[in-house]
């Protein structure tokens, strides 16, 4: 069984550093997977904020975030990480991690259709103060 926890989130300075960290347990070393981070605040859309392609390390970003946050996987610990920089205010949000089965079908924005990911994180919290 696939268990998707993360950790990490808080509160942060606008314009400084926070680093969450997304642990998928229960794939094999042959699953091609991928792992994206999502954020939402309420009454909006869930939106994708960075993927990655765990065999390959292949990313994916959405444009807001490119240049100030980078997402990275270490193998062995099966975790991947979303570092993020130069935070804003606007980007408070919960952050929810998540882990596509089939990590083969990721092209173009597919990666950011929240629907299609099959395990879900718990959430959360990042609160970038002004």
């Known amino acids: 069984e696939v268990q998707v926890v993360q950790s990490g989130g808080g509160l942060v300075q606008a314009g400084g550093s926070l680093k969450v960290s997304c642990a998928a347990s229960?794939?094999?070393?042959?699953?091609?997977?991928?792992t994206g981070w999502f954020r939402q605040v309420p009454g909006k859309e869930r939106e994708g904020v960075a993927c990655?392609?765990?065999?390959?390390?292949?990313?994916y970003y959405v444009d807001f975030v490119k240049g100030r946050f980078t997402i990275t996987s270490d193998k062995v610990k099966k975790t991947v990480y979303l570092q993020m920089n130069s935070v804003k205010p606007q980007e408070t949000a919960v952050y929810y991690c998540?882990?596509?089965?089939?990590?083969?079908?990721?092209?173009?924005?597919?990666?950011?259709?929240?629907?299609?990911?099959?395990?879900w994180g718990q959430g959360t919290q990042v609160t970038v103060s002004s």
């Open positions: 229960g794939f094999t070393s042959s699953d091609d997977y991928a």
């Open positions: 998540a882990a596509l089965r089939d990590g083969g079908v990721l092209y173009g924005s597919y990666w950011m259709q929240w629907r299609e990911y099959d395990y």
């Open positions: 990655i392609r765990v065999s390959d390390n292949r990313t």
